[in-house]
């Protein structure tokens, strides 16, 4: 916050306080950022896409650049998401998930592959310096499906066109 807004963006970081920054899913991750020692937060929203580009590590390292953050400070919850039981990909797409970890994709010899973006999140942010008990991603509904309960969660797979969003967001207080 406080440069020229891009083109277009999925995550954002900031030290003002009294700011709140959010990121929506409605099946793709809102992933939540915190640093409180240097008192910054950041947002990003991870879909498929944007999680096999990198985009949670890649507002990891705008933290760092931008507000000398170091790794093992920074806390990271992933927000709800479509799980996967829920959620597939043609196998060419699916292939890059298994590249990163086997454990990522189920069926993976089928048309379509079952892919668990949670799990690769958390594999690219460990591998980004970020320390497994910073990465909050299964404590209460956190770990919950999206598109498994509706009475919890919108979900774009489950719901088509017709559907909301779960929002994450953070502020700085004082």
């Known amino acids: ?49 944007g999680t096999l580009l990198g985009v949670a590590m890649a507002t990891v390292n705008a933290l760092i650049t931008e507000y ?28 890059a998930f298994h590249n990163l970890h086997p454990e990522c994709v189920r069926l993976f010899d089928s048309p379509n592959p079952y892919v668990d973006i949670r799990k690769a999140t958390r594999i690219l942010l460990e591998q980004g310096g970020i320390l497994s008990q910073n990465i909050q991603d299964q404590y209460q509904d956190l770990s919950l499906c ?21 929002i994450g967001f953070i502020s700085i207080r004082e």
């Open 1 to 49: 916050m406080g440069k020229k807004e891009p083109d277009s963006y999925d995550g954002i970081i900031t030290n003002q306080r009294g700011v709140t920054i959010a990121a929506l899913g409605a099946d793709c991750i809102p992933i939540v950022f915190a640093d409180s020692v240097k008192k910054v937060c950041g947002v990003a929203h991870s879909g498929w896409k």
């Open 68 to 95: 000398d953050c170091s790794l093992e400070d920074i806390i990271v919850v992933l927000g709800p998401s479509i799980g996967p039981c829920c959620f597939t990909l043609p196998r060419e797409s699916a292939e």
């Open 146 to 166: 999206t598109s498994c309960h509706p009475d919890k969660f919108f979900s774009h797979v489950r719901d088509g066109l017709n559907f909301g969003t779960q």
